[in-house]
């Protein structure tokens, strides 16, 4: 690969990456928001039905979990957008910096070309 030439988004891995990110970060909080009414639902049904059976509580604890799964993966998403943020702003530093690098040297060329020679 060459050094000096700008490289597209594809090439460094970032793209997909950048648009697969928020819409993740979406899902997991739909699926917070799901698990948590579910959560609601289980408990609402057992405190009034008054059911206090093994099967009851069950599902209320396996309500609990789901959310706890849902929070991590939230968090996850989260951390990943965080990520790919951070590295789509370090590339765009990067190419700022080339662009100011080939500036100097077309300014140094241009120099160059305008000193008379011997």
């Not at 099967?55 to 957008?81: I, M, Y």
């Amino acid at each position: 690969m060459d050094i000096n030439r700008p490289y597209t988004w594809e090439e460094l891995g970032l793209l997909g990456e950048s648009v697969r990110a928020p819409a993740m970060l979406a899902r997991r909080t739909a699926e917070l928001d799901a698990a948590r009414d579910e959560l609601a639902a289980t408990r609402t049904a057992r405190d009034q039905g008054g059911d206090r059976s093994l099967p009851a509580l069950d599902a209320v604890c396996h309500a609990a979990v789901d959310v706890h799964r849902a929070e991590q993966a939230l968090a996850d998403a989260e951390r990943d957008l965080a990520t790919v943020e951070q590295a789509l702003a370090t590339v765009e530093k990067w190419s700022a910096a080339r662009e100011l690098d080939r500036g100097e040297l077309t300014e140094l060329e241009a120099a160059a070309d305008l000193e008379p020679e011997p």
